[in-house]
């Protein structure tokens, strides 16, 4: 179980989350809509400490942060825990993908290399790419790309996955095969904490789902509750940009 109060993060002048409290229960998938600049991206880097709050509490599982005054000990603790997708996949381009694969393994969690191996090559099968494993980067689309970055998370065994934009860099022919992995992934029961502007995915996968602006959090509930019952008007105006209430729940 993650949960987030009090959370807060200024760039300079810039408020940019502005006291965030937010509950995600273990194994569930939430997934965080909102338009650009809403603080979406800050939040999920705020929860890798790839971003430091200026102040708030965080909790995962047992484990309580005072976020202004976290130690190193207590960062390396959470990253172990958790793995992040970016959205523009992040791989070392002098890497192959097995070798993107087998190096968390291999320098954070100190496994053998011959165990690395054989663990990035079951998962990079597993996200259908067994026959790039000795590619590079520059070799691959960009949905097989983001397939990497997704199988170097899942590789680590994290309790919780970090998702930002995944799909935004691709083109769109390539969405759904990222997607039907990220779906993959869900079955797992991996906690999973989505920043997304695919509307009919989130409602598909998602358990909860959130809607932030102007770095708060406006509303959250249910896939139902968001995308067919929406309560607060910022959510409203956001959503029907977006879609149409008869295409969900038919």
Request: aromatic share 8%; glycine share 8%.
């Amino acid at each position: 179980m993650i949960e987030i109060t009090g959370l807060k993060k200024s760039f300079g002048d810039n408020k940019v989350l502005k006291n965030i409290n937010l509950k995600i229960e273990a194994g569930s998938v939430v997934s965080i809509l909102g338009p650009s600049g809403s603080g979406k991206t800050t939040l999920l880097r705020c929860i890798n400490f790839l971003e430091r709050a200026d102040e708030g509490n965080f909790q995962f599982g047992d484990q309580k942060i005072n976020l202004k005054h976290v130690s190193k000990k207590e960062i390396l603790s959470v990253r172990r825990k958790s793995g992040f997708v970016f959205q523009n996949y992040a791989l070392f381009p002098h890497m192959t993908v097995l070798q993107n694969v087998m190096e968390g393994l291999v320098t954070v969690r100190k496994i053998p290399k011959a165990e690395a191996c054989k663990k990035a090559e079951d998962t990079i099968k597993w996200v259908g790419l067994a026959d790039r494993k000795d590619y590079y980067p520059s070799q691959l689309s960009g949905g097989q790309q983001q397939r990497v970055g997704i199988a170097r998370a899942v590789a680590l065994n994290p309790e919780v996955i970090l998702f930002d934009e995944p799909t935004s860099a691709l083109d769109p022919e390539l969405v759904g095969e990222t997607l039907d992995v990220i779906k993959k992934v869900a079955q797992t029961g991996i906690t999973m904490i989505i920043v997304t502007h695919e509307m009919a995915f989130a409602e598909r996968i998602s358990d909860k789902v959130v809607f932030m602006d102007g770095g708060v959090v406006v509303e959250e509930g249910s896939p139902r509750d968001i995308f067919v019952n929406p309560k607060e008007e910022r959510t409203q105006k956001f959503l029907s940009r977006f879609i149409q209430k008869d295409m969900y729940y038919i």
